[in-house]
């Protein structure tokens, strides 16, 4: 899987009184219409847990310069809440939007299915936001890198 090239996103969430963020890879498109993705959420982590709780999800895709952000919120926390240091709104579906993503997808969880450690969570999408970033960041071999190949040209959202 190191060789699979994949776009890197930091998963949000938030109920009343408790905010997380967490950097996956296994995010996906399931279908355009209704638009839906699909993301893997590993069932013993604290995301898991308040994704449940709160029924919202937002999947901001990282850009060039985000790579201490897809770090921060890939593993072990520091003692302050990274979600305090950056750049957050709450969005539509009162989830942390990143305001500098290259996109943000803001979903509410239509179904789960467990499966062994990690559980398929399946986001029905009710609000896109979208910036000027060209370069979004992929995780390959272990590394991040962003796609020189955009250099060139503006992505086109739609
Ligand atoms: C590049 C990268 C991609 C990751 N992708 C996923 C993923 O798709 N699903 C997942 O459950 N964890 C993934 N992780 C691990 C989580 O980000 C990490 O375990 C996080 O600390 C879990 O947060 P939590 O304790 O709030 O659940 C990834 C980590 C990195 C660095």
Redesign the pocket.
């Known amino acids: 899987m190191r060789l699979l090239v ?1 776009g ?1 996103t930091v998963l949000t969430t938030a109920t009343g009184d408790e905010k ?1 963020g ?6 996906c498109s399931l279908s355009a219409e209704p638009p839906r993705v699909l ?4 069932m ?5 847990r ?1 994704v449940g709780q709160s029924g919202a999800l937002t999947v901001n895709f990282l850009g060039a310069g985000h790579e201490d952000i ?2 921060m ?5 520091p003692s302050d809440d990274p979600l305090d240091r950056l750049q957050w709104v709450e969005g539509s579906n009162g989830a942390p939007r990143f305001s500098e993503a290259v996109a943000a997808l803001e979903c509410t969880v239509a179904d789960v299915f467990p499966y062994g450690t ?1 559980a398929i969570v399946i986001c029905d999408v009710q609000n896109i936001e979208t910036n000027e970033n060209p370069h979004p960041l992929v ?1 390959v071999n272990g590394r ?1 890198e962003h796609l020189a190949a955009a250099d060139h040209r503006k992505l086109d959202p739609q």
Not at 44 to 48: L, T
Not at 73 to 77: D, L
């Open positions: 994949g890197v997380r967490m950097t996956a890879t296994a995010v993301a893997c959420i590993n013993s982590g604290e995301m898991f308040l897809a770090m919120f890939g593993g072990a926390r990690h995780y991040f």
